[in-house]
């Protein structure tokens, strides 16, 4: 099992442009999440899909959209970017939805500089 | 909504030491308590996590965390430190399972 997965690794954008974080996981995990993580921040839950179908807004939404494309797969755009999106992205799942005692599952991070 | 606060942004230990990575949290009910690793360039891995009954939660690579109701709080703690525990720790906790709320993270120093 390969796990979570991310691309890219690595991007760098200018101000304006657009792209589009992939995330797949192959444990068969109904929910899924995006992070974003700032040095003294912590990780802040950008948003999550709890189930197949299904997205919800976390702390800090703005300036992006997700697609859950199927259960496997959880993608995150970001439409015009800003250089305040400049962060490392991680996008996570968990097999159990509605309960409070399942672990998340990392991907490696997406490194984006916003120029 | 939920809040953790770990205490100490940065600790630094000389190796063989006790580590103690301090969290406490915010939640009108008991909570579901986690603590992450992540060593550098790398994504989190879950070390430890508490959910119901016995208080003292054991994890991988010889750490534990103990809940206490009473003063709301889940510290995680190693009685011998080992220059491969150098890492970030990220305390986090969940109420209803679809949202965890992470700390803001402790970075480990093991001091040769």
């Known amino acids: 099992n390969a796990g979570v997965t991310q691309t890219p690794k690595f991007q760098v954008l200018k101000t304006g442009q657009s792209m589009t974080l992939q995330c797949a996981q192959d444990m068969n995990h109904n929910s899924m999440y995006w992070y974003r993580q700032d040095p003294g921040m912590g990780l802040r839950l950008i948003y999550y899909s709890a189930s197949e179908g299904t997205t919800d807004k976390g702390e800090v939404p703005n300036g992006y959209n997700v697609s859950r494309l199927n259960k496997r797969e959880f993608s995150l755009r970001l439409e015009s970017a800003a250089p305040s999106q400049t962060s490392v992205y991680f996008c996570?799942?968990?097999?159990?939805?509605?309960?409070?005692?399942?672990?998340?599952?990392f991907g490696p991070g997406t490194r984006l500089t916003v120029l | 909504a939920q809040s953790v606060t770990q205490l100490g942004s940065h600790v630094s230990v000389s190796e063989g030491a006790l580590v103690l990575l301090r969290c406490n949290y915010s939640?009108?009910?008991?909570?579901?308590l986690f603590w992450y690793v992540q060593y550098p360039n790398q994504g989190l891995q879950l070390l430890l996590k508490?959910?119901?009954?016995?208080?003292l939660v054991k994890g991988i690579n010889g750490f534990e965390a103990e809940f206490k109701k009473s003063e709301t709080s889940f510290h995680l703690t190693k009685p011998s430190a080992h220059m491969s525990d150098a890492a970030e720790y990220f305390c986090a906790v969940s109420e209803s399972g679809n949202q965890f709320y992470f700390g803001t993270g402790t970075s480990l120093t093991v001091i040769p």
């Open positions: 939640s009108s009910v008991p909570p579901y």
């Open positions: 996570a799942s968990s097999p159990i939805t509605g309960t409070g005692n399942t672990e998340q599952f």
């Open positions: 508490y959910t119901t009954g016995a208080t």
